[in-house]
């Protein structure tokens, strides 16, 4: 049973295009997050939600958007796709508050040409 | 801002030895975790240790945290080959307690 999915897995996709990356939890958490790492490694948060409702938006481009339909779902649209987005896409989840442990999904692997 | 940085960047081993792994940290926090990437793949969380407990085990794994030197380090005993992977350590930051990740050290275990 896979407690964070994330689809696609691999997106290529060339520059200007729209995207959509999806994440669903089946743990029962009330907090999800996406998290970008790029080439060296480092992770960095970019958004969080809390039963559905925005608590952690970090600097990052309006053609980043966060979708949550549900609590056991964030999807990340992204629009007008740049070079600079190509990177890997974590998407987690945590039980209570953001500062506790989180699980993660396999990650999407964008590249964008 | 950075919040971990871990220490060293990147460690090379035999199987049977024991890794060490290092963290370092900025300002007061909750609790410090520990986080394992393989190749590849998401992040698993290891282990958490909280601003009042000096030490904690899980298996082959120990951690302790320093709060007065803002330290912590990761001790993974009797290392397998199935251990190479980037470790991460990160820590609650802000008023939103958002997880900060340092930037990770690779170990590599040669059978």
Redesign the interface.
Known sequence: DTAVSQTPKYLVTQMGNDKSIKCEQNLGHDTMYWYKQDSKKFLKIMFSYNNKELIINETVPNRFSPKSPDKAHLNLHINSLELGDSAVYFCASSQDEPGETQYFGPGTRLLVL | SQQGEEDPQALSIQEGENATMNCSYKTSI??L?W?R?NS??????LI?IRSNEREKHSGRLRVTLDTSKKSSSLLITASRAADTA?Y?CAT?QGG??????G??TKLTVNP
């Open positions: 909750n609790n975790q986080y990437q590849g793949r998401g992040l698993v969380h958490l980037s991460f609650p939103s307690e958002k997880l900060v990740f930037k990770g």
